[in-house]
């Protein structure tokens, strides 16, 4: 059964920052990845899909890679803003399993 | 429609009713799935219908839960007996294909007294 895990659970950090997110799962099998974004109280927006032929993807200042063969995917935000608090969590799309997300907050 | 549509955005119910909650997926769009999300949890998977099917149930928790896709477009999502421990947010995604990117509605926020 595959395994979704985030790390870290939670991070805070000052406005401007660079930082990763990170997404790891334990059957490398998979379809395709896919990271999204939840604010409080809110459902799920989608921000890139990365499918298993492809090693990242890139949106604005979201860059999504894959590495398959290690079982990890990172989510790199640059230049952070306080508009990006909110819960980032990846889906290994096929197995339909989540990660618990990771708690972002930027501030100003 | 342009959306995924869940209806309602909120439930509240007795303990032991029964409930149902409604998902209208993107048109023409084949794969249905059910989430449901309890609060600083990420989403735990229930069941996913490939049109009229459903190709995987194994998320279901008991025999409470049951779902159905009769025309291949809006979803039903049925909770016998009502817990309190069924208190959650029930999220609904659809896409073109399996394993293709999901799209989210707003999910039904269910309360359970």
């Known amino acids: 059964k595959q395994e979704v895990t985030q790390i870290p659970a939670a991070l805070s950090v000052p406005e401007g920052e660079n930082l990763v997110l990170n997404c790891s799962f334990t059957d490398s099998a998979i379809y395709n990845l896919q990271w999204f974004r939840q604010d409080p109280g809110k459902g799920l927006t989608s921000l890139l899909l990365i499918q298993s032929s492809q090693r990242e993807q890139t949106s604005g200042r979201l860059n999504a890679s894959l590495d398959k063969s290690s079982g990890r995917s990172t989510l790199y935000i640059a230049a952070s803003q306080p508009g990006d608090s909110a819960t980032y969590l990846c889906?290994?799309?096929?197995?339909?399993?989540f990660g618990a997300g990771t708690r972002l907050t930027v501030k100003p | 429609g342009a959306g995924v549509s869940q209806t309602p955005s909120n439930k509240v119910t007795e303990k032991g009713k029964y409930v149902e909650l409604r998902c209208d997926p993107i048109?023409?769009?084949?794969?249905l799935y059910w989430y449901r999300q309890s609060l600083g949890q990420g989403p735990e998977f229930l069941i996913y219908?490939?049109?009229?099917?459903?190709?995987?149930d194994s998320g279901l928790p008991n025999d409470r839960f049951f779902a159905v896709r009769p025309e291949g477009s809006v979803s039903t999502l049925k909770i016998q007996r009502t817990e309190r421990g069924d208190s959650a947010v029930y999220l609904c995604?659809?896409?073109?294909?399996?394993?293709?990117?999901?799209?989210f509605g707003s999910g039904t926020r269910l309360t359970v007294v």
């Open positions: 219908f490939q049109g009229t099917g459903a190709a995987d």
């Open positions: 889906a290994v799309l096929g197995d339909m399993r």
């Open positions: 048109s023409g769009h084949t794969a």
């Open positions: 995604a659809s896409s073109p294909d399996p394993g293709y990117g999901y799209t």
